[in-house]
């Protein structure tokens, strides 16, 4: 039976013993995957499959720190998720900004990005109740 989305970016943590905030740079470098900055036309990211190996772009045009990291995270999604065995992810900027995305795999690769960024185990461990505006 297949994980969700969520527990193979946990699962991933865990192999990589990573707390707190995560460098996703690193975590690709750690999977053997080379990130790059390059000019996308309607896209945020891309995951790019050859030969065993793997490349993830993000657009330069991407200029919020935030946003480029959830990018490299989603695309990392594709990367880890068994069933996202395609050669090429082209994720457009309205796909993973949302998650009512269409696509069932940007869905899960927003949900896979969402988890390894902020992981509800942590999120968890400083709610324990509801939110107060002081908290949050």
């Keep these: 039976m297949a994980l969700s989305p969520e527990q193979y970016a946990s699962e991933l ?8 905030r995560v460098d996703v740079e690193q975590v690709a470098s750690s999977l053997g995957i080379r990130v790059y900055e390059d000019e996308l036309d309607g896209c945020d990211g891309v995951l790019l499959r050859l030969d065993g190996k793997a490349l993830i772009i993000t657009s330069r045009k991407c200029t919020y720190s935030t946003r480029k ?3 490299i995270a989603h ?3 594709h990367f880890c998720i068994p069933s ?16 009512r995305a269409i696509s069932l795999f940007e869905r899960e690769g ?3 990005a969402g988890e390894l960024l ?3 185990s942590e999120i968890e461990k400083v709610l ?4 107060s505006m002081r908290l949050i």
């Design 13 to 20: 943590r865990f192999k990589l013993s990573l707390q707190g």
């Design 128 to 131: 324990k109740g509801p939110p």
């Design 75 to 77: 695309e990392l999604g």
């Design 118 to 120: 902020l992981p509800l």
């Design 84 to 99: 996202h065995d395609s050669c090429e992810f082209r994720c457009t900027e309205a796909e993973s900004s949302s998650y």
């Design 69 to 71: 990291r959830f990018a």
């Design 110 to 112: 927003n949900k896979f």
